[in-house]
């Protein structure tokens, strides 16, 4: 269910502290009063145009874990986690190259720990914490400027503007702001995402993200879109979930427990916003009986709302494939690429370690020769599952 609301709404706070203040969001998106549906439901099913990109090994490369994918210029652009490098593939799942080299050099990287692509200026930016510092290379791999910044931050956005965020859940400006925004060349312009100096901050990095123009404050369901030219930012959505942890205590850090089963608070974690604003995918925690986990929501851009009381979810007895091979939270979710509107997730390695006896079930593929032939095919020719598949889908409309 989707609620849409204008007005402004305080719930329990003294009105002298504007950091306790919560403004409504415009747009509620309540999962405890999913779509009816017959039964639960695979998050393939609301996915369309569908395709499947088996990346193959590579002599020079090995890659451990494929966190961000976008695509420009007929390559896929990929952020390994674990080695903290972007390499690039061909949409044929051939190696193309590393982007850029790491290392103290002027046009090399200690670590790439996030990136975005600019399909107007056909770059790949890439952020390097460790060196304070923004790298722009462009679509055949070749380097054009690396630019100094300040700051201890985690993640980058691409505005709308073509102007930068930077991002970060360390609450490291004293407690002031956790935004930064420059222009594309690097200058600073001005800070963002206001966040009161508290006591008892755990940073983590399972909750709390931009995304585009969008961004989450840590233990917060509001995601709030900037205002790169007001002085507030605008709350755009709520997503409403069972158990939720209270958004007036979301600068409260003290006492959070992720798995507590006597006092369960679910928080939201990772998020895409796709097709203009209209459709949402998303990450977020629920207890289940004994079964504390996270799983995916899914938010169509003709209003329906998806998440573990309608679609198939952890734990096992309610698990389909799809869950088991592309969607193990909090992290795995995928990317939405702005310029052609397809998603790009590949397999979670570790999850199918994991999970790898319900994979290779006899009932798991026959259940997928009706509902995706194409990757059944691919299963049974790629048994062992070493490499990374990469699915590229956009969403339904409607279902």
């Known amino acids: 269910m989707i609620v849409i609301a204008f007005n402004s709404l305080f719930l329990g706070c003294n009105k002298k502290e504007k950091h306790q203040e919560i403004k409504q969001a415009q747009v509620l998106i309540d999962l405890t009063k999913p779509n009816l549906l017959d039964s639960l439901i695979s998050p393939r099913q609301l996915m369309t145009e569908v395709e499947y990109i088996v990346l193959k090994p590579s002599e020079s490369f090995i890659l451990t874990a494929a966190h961000k994918i976008q695509e420009l210029d007929g390559k896929l652009f990929i952020l390994d986690r674990n080695k903290q490098i972007l390499v690039a593939y061909d949409l044929n799942g051939n190696f193309i190259g590393q982007v850029g080299n790491k290392g103290q050099g002027p046009e090399e990287y200690v670590e790439a720990l996030d990136f975005v692509v600019n399909p107007l200026r056909k770059s790949v930016l890439i952020f390097c914490r460790g060196s304070h510092s923004i790298l722009e290379f462009k679509s055949d791999l070749s380097f054009v400027r690396k630019s100094k910044i300040d700051g201890w931050y985690n993640q980058i956005g691409l505005l709308e503007s073509e102007?930068?965020?930077?991002?970060?859940?360390?609450?490291?400006?004293?407690?002031?702001?956790?935004?930064?925004?420059?222009?594309?060349?690097?200058?600073?312009?001005?800070?963002?995402?206001?966040?009161?100096?508290?006591?008892?901050?755990?940073?983590?990095?399972?909750?709390?993200?931009?995304?585009?123009?969008?961004?989450?404050?840590?233990?917060?369901?509001?995601?709030?879109?900037?205002?790169?030219?007001?002085?507030?930012?605008?709350?755009?959505?709520?997503?409403?979930?069972?158990?939720?942890?209270?958004?007036?205590?979301?600068?409260?850090?003290?006492?959070?427990?992720f798995?507590?089963?006597?006092?369960?608070?679910?928080?939201?974690?990772?998020?895409?916003?796709?097709?203009?604003?209209?459709?949402?995918?998303?990450?977020?925690?629920?207890?289940?009986?004994?079964?504390?986990?996270?799983?995916?929501?899914?938010?169509?851009?003709?209003?329906?709302?998806?998440?573990?009381?309608?679609?198939?979810?952890?734990?096992?007895?309610?698990?389909?494939?799809?869950?088991?091979?592309?969607?193990?939270?909090?992290?795995?979710?995928?990317?939405y690429n702005v310029s052609n509107g397809f998603y790009y997730v590949a397999t979670n390695i570790d999850a199918i370690a994991a999970f790898s006896d319900q994979i290779k079930n006899e009932n798991t593929f026959n259940h997928l020769t009706k509902l995706d032939p194409d990757l059944y095919k691919i299963l049974i020719n790629n048994p062992d599952l070493e490499y990374p598949i990469i699915m590229k889908f956009k969403l339904r409309e409607r279902i």
Request: aromatic share 18%; hydrophobic share 35%; charged share 20%.
């Open 163 to 257: 102007n930068l965020a930077l991002y970060s859940f360390l609450d490291e400006n004293e407690g002031l702001f956790n935004i930064k925004l420059h222009d594309y060349n690097g200058k600073f312009l001005k800070f963002k995402m206001e966040h009161p100096l508290v006591k008892g901050y755990v940073p983590s990095d399972y909750s709390g993200f931009i995304s585009g123009n969008y961004y989450t404050y840590p233990l917060s369901s509001i995601i709030y879109k900037i205002d790169e030219n007001g002085i507030e930012d605008f709350p755009a959505y709520e997503i409403n979930f069972l158990d939720k942890r209270s958004e007036d205590l979301r600068f409260d850090h003290t006492g959070f427990k």
């Open 259 to 335: 798995n507590n089963m006597e006092n369960p608070e679910a928080i939201l974690t990772k998020f895409e916003v796709g097709r203009e604003g209209k459709e949402l995918m998303f990450y977020y925690s629920f207890f289940e009986g004994t079964y504390v986990g996270f799983t995916l929501g899914v938010i169509l851009s003709g209003g329906q709302s998806f998440g573990h009381l309608s679609m198939k979810h952890w734990p096992k007895t309610k698990n389909d494939i799809f869950n088991l091979l592309f969607f193990a939270g909090p992290y795995n979710l995928p990317s």
